[in-house]
């Protein structure tokens, strides 16, 4: 699916947002790779490179804002996150340590094109912190098997 907004959620309604003359124009393709009812991890591309573009794309696009975004979680001031309380109980967390929550942005992979002598393009890699794992069991969400901990044999993640 492709994102490119138009229009954002306000109180439950669609409305048109109003571009202007200096704005970008910002598309992002995404995937939802594991859902509950009330949480989400989705696997985003940034098809242009507009700064902040994913936070504002899934805040203000779609109305699902990320996990510890504060800048983005609202339209109309900058204050911690607040969360619903079906989360914060799943995250063990009460509303005032919602600002503690670290936002859960992560840049999986990222490919550079071949560029001089390089004949192939090159492809980085990066597993997810262990928050990031963690907080997604808290959430009841599925992480990817190409993104697993490796277990150091004593039932805890090895080093990353």
């Not at 704005?23 to 696997?43: C, F, I, K, N, R």
């Amino acid at each position: 699916m492709t994102l490119s907004p138009s229009y954002r959620m306000d109180n439950g309604k669609m409305v048109r947002v109003r571009t202007s003359r200096n704005a970008h124009v910002a598309v992002t393709q995404y995937q939802v790779l594991s859902s509950t009812a009330s949480s989400a991890l989705l696997e985003l591309q940034p098809v242009t490179g507009i700064k902040h573009q994913l936070r504002v794309h899934l805040s203000f696009g779609l109305d699902c804002p990320i996990l510890g975004d504060h800048k983005y979680s609202d339209w109309n001031r900058l204050a911690p996150q607040k969360l619903p309380a079906g989360t914060l109980k799943k995250l063990g967390l009460p509303q005032a340590k919602a600002r503690h929550v670290p936002l859960h942005l992560h840049a999986r992979q990222l490919v550079l094109p071949a560029l001089g002598p390089r004949k192939e393009e090159l492809s980085l890699v990066c597993r997810l912190p262990r928050y990031f794992v963690r907080s997604l069991g808290h959430l009841g969400l599925e992480v990817p098997s190409r993104d697993q901990v490796p277990d150091d044999g004593a039932g805890r993640p090895g080093p990353q």
